[in-house]
């Protein structure tokens, strides 16, 4: 993302939207999970597709284990750098995604501070929705149905232990 893309007079928010972007891609690259795309028509806007396990109720109401895309919308407004709310920043763009934290459309990774770096935001988020975190307390909870399933079934968690970060390999195959 370029200077001239991110609709800021101010530098200090350019130069941190900037520094998002390359330790975005960054960590984008050294993952096979996670695929990093900038909005063209909005930035500076991302949206993250974890290529994960998670889980997911269908509209009969059963709940079952996905390997999909999970879709995340980033969005940092202007003022991020003096406050954040996770629901100002995070979108669920996937439907049906079953976790304490999801409901509809919000998620939530816990207390953001302005600031947050967008690489913290893309872990958190990946363990949201792998069940590597998981607090089933509900008062806490987004979704208290998720949650009181969550309590009843912590032996499944999490559903994908693989770390983010993960290097690529490219393999070649060749015949004997």
Known sequence: MSAHL???????????????LAEGMALSEASDILDLHVCPMAPPNFVAEFHCKGLTRDDAGEIR????????????????????STFDVLRMLTPGVWHPNVRDHLICIGALTAGTPLVDILHRTYEVLTYQL???????????????WARRNQQMFPVDGRPLKRRRLALEVHPL
Do not use: H, T
Request: glycine residues 4%; aromatic residues 12%; negative net charge.
């Open 6 to 20: 991110i609709s800021s007079d101010d530098p200090v928010y350019q130069g941190f939207m900037e520094s998002q």
């Open 65 to 84: 284990e996905a390997n999909e895309s999970f879709m995340v919308g980033v969005w940092f407004p202007d003022d991020y750098l003096r406050r954040a």
């Open 134 to 148: 998981c607090n089933p307390v509900e008062n806490n909870s987004l979704n208290k149905a998720a949650c009181a």
